[in-house]
Nanobody, 120 residues
Framework: HVQLVESGGGSVQAGGSRRLTCETS????????VGWFRQAPGKKREGVAS??????IYADSVKGRFTISQDNPPNTVYLQMNDLKIDDTGMYYC????????????????WGQGTQVTVS
């Protein structure tokens, strides 16, 4: 079955960089859409970036600062975050979808447990 495990979160100063990693298993490389989402306290979960077939989609708030990519082996998805801002603080989740692809959480069937990013 599909499993997603995020890592790489932590505390970082504003203007700094961080790379998140999502180790995936249970599906063939690049056969699913993969996405990164985040949720700040008291706010709803929002899509940050998605990737399928080599075509990324980014939220306006992170365009030019964040980059989603994937590699194999192992089947791993990355989110490179540069020029971090305080508003980027939140729990970051990796998600996978066998069908639809985009920045809406309802498109995704599989989720990781999340990794916390705190920007100060």
């Amino acid at each position: 079955h599909v499993q997603l495990v995020e890592s790489g979160g932590g505390s970082v100063q504003a203007g700094g960089s961080r790379r998140l990693t999502c180790e995936t298993s249970g599906y063939a490389y690049m056969s699913y859409c993969v996405g990164w989402f985040r949720q700040a306290p008291g706010k709803k979960r929002e899509g940050v970036a998605s990737l399928y077939g080599g075509s990324p989609i980014y939220a306006d708030s992170v365009k030019g600062r964040f980059t989603i990519s994937q590699d194999n082996p192992p089947n791993t998805v990355y989110l490179q975050m540069n020029d971090l801002k305080i508003d980027d603080t939140g729990m970051y989740y990796c998600a996978a979808s066998p069908g639809l692809c985009g920045l809406s959480s309802s498109m995704y069937d599989y989720w990781g447990q999340g990794t916390q990013v705190t920007v100060s």
